[in-house]
């Protein structure tokens, strides 16, 4: 039998790898001749890295500036000619403490360093996961790392963060890294929201960032002005789609570079090779730490399990808790599931051993499949 292991990250508990170490054990003890591959998913959001990392990627670390200016290490991975950075390592809202103050101060300059330290390795493709971001800067902080001035009237650099937008007068690319043209950026990013408006970014997600209600006004018309001024230096509308994730981080690089915007599981999967996987094998095993009604809308097990069943191969999930019913996992070809919680004496015991009770939830769900 070759069984393929594909599940995301159990939330405060195991990694996206660690997930699928322990589904490996639990199908091995069940299944001791099984040929296992282990591709560990994401979606482009938190645990992105450690799903690449999980999957062979090699690690890098690299120093850079925080959000609010203080040095940190960030972990950035390569294969081959394949650059996966995941900005929150180096932009993210874990690395400070959320406050009003904060949300107009953050920016995403150490990202634009990993940006270069990726070309610096030789990188032809860069795939950005810019989820759990700390910034609302349109991404200017990062392209100011790639050589990008933003000057005010008196043609000063303007501060970093997005409040500093607010007085940007003038844009100067001429110091821009050229190697950016050169390369394919992809950025995931899984809303649809724009820019800017009552469903744009400042509205929507600045105050999970520390915003009130002033500090979104003012953090709306700081993008304002930012969107008019990359409009009028390169003739591109980035109020569109997409570019309201991540505080606006896709923003400026589209405007400025030729990136793309993909949905995360996508990016990751292609990354991975997962469909590759999915071609050579006779049960597919995925989850995560918590099969709902969210899952439903582009997270990486059901997108895993929707593939899977197009395939036509049968599917089995193990998950922290499943609140979906039976009827709504068999559509996505889910053909066993088990929830933690349904085996554990007590409920702490699904975070504090999950990988104990991966592997031996596992194990119960193929012995009754």
């Known amino acids: 039998m070759r069984v393929v292991i594909a599940p995301d990250k159990f939330k405060g508990s195991l990694t996206s790898a660690e997930a699928a ?84 101060a953050a920016g995403s300059y150490g990202s634009g360093q990993l940006i270069a330290h990726a070309l610096d390795a030789g990188a032809k493709t860069i795939i950005l996961g810019i989820g759990g971001s700390a910034m609302t800067d349109g991404g200017s902080g990062a392209l100011c790392a790639l ?35 050169g390369v394919d950026l992809r950025i995931a990013a899984d809303v649809r929201n724009p820019l800017l408006g009552y469903e744009g970014t400042a509205a929507v997600f600045s105050g999970q960032k520390g915003a009130g209600a002033a500090e979104q006004q003012l953090l709306e018309e700081a993008l304002d002005n930012w969107a008019r001024l990359l409009k009028e230096a390169t003739g591109v509308d980035v109020d569109v789609p997409g570019a309201g994730a991540a505080g606006g981080f896709p923003s400026g690089f589209l405007a400025f570079t030729g990136a793309s915007l993909h949905p995360g599981f996508e990016l990751l999967s292609a990354f ?92 119960q769900v193929l012995e009754g499949a």
């Open 272 to 363: 991975t090779g997962l469909d590759e996987s999915l071609t050579r094998c006779d049960l597919v095993l995925t989850g995560e730490g918590s099969l709902d009604n969210q899952s439903r809308y582009g997270k990486a097990p059901l997108e895993v399990a929707a593939r899977a069943r197009d395939a036509g191969i049968p599917v089995v999930a193990v998950a922290g808790q499943i609140t979906l019913t039976p009827d709504q996992l068999q559509e996505y070809g889910i053909v066993a599931a088990v929830s933690l919680l349904d085996v554990v004496q007590r409920p702490q015991d699904a975070m504090s051993q999950a990988a104990k009770y991966v592997a031996w939830a596992t194990r």
């Open 147 to 181: 050589g990008l001035k933003i000057l005010d009237r008196d043609g000063n650099p303007v501060p970093p963060g997005g409040a500093g937008l607010l007085n940007a007068a003038s844009v100067d690319a001429s110091g821009l890294d050229p190697r950016l043209a």
């Open 21 to 104: 170490a322990a589904m490996a054990e639990g199908v091995l003890a069940v299944y001791p001749e099984a040929t296992v591959t282990v591709v560990p998913v994401a979606d482009g959001g938190e645990g992105t890295l450690d799903a690449a990392l999980g999957a062979g990627a090699e690690p890098r670390t690299a120093r850079v500036t925080g959000p609010l200016g203080r040095d940190t290490t960030a972990v950035w991975a390569l294969s081959g000619d394949t650059a996966l950075i995941e900005t929150a390592r180096a932009s993210g809202l874990v690395l400070l403490d959320p406050s009003p103050e904060t949300a107009l």
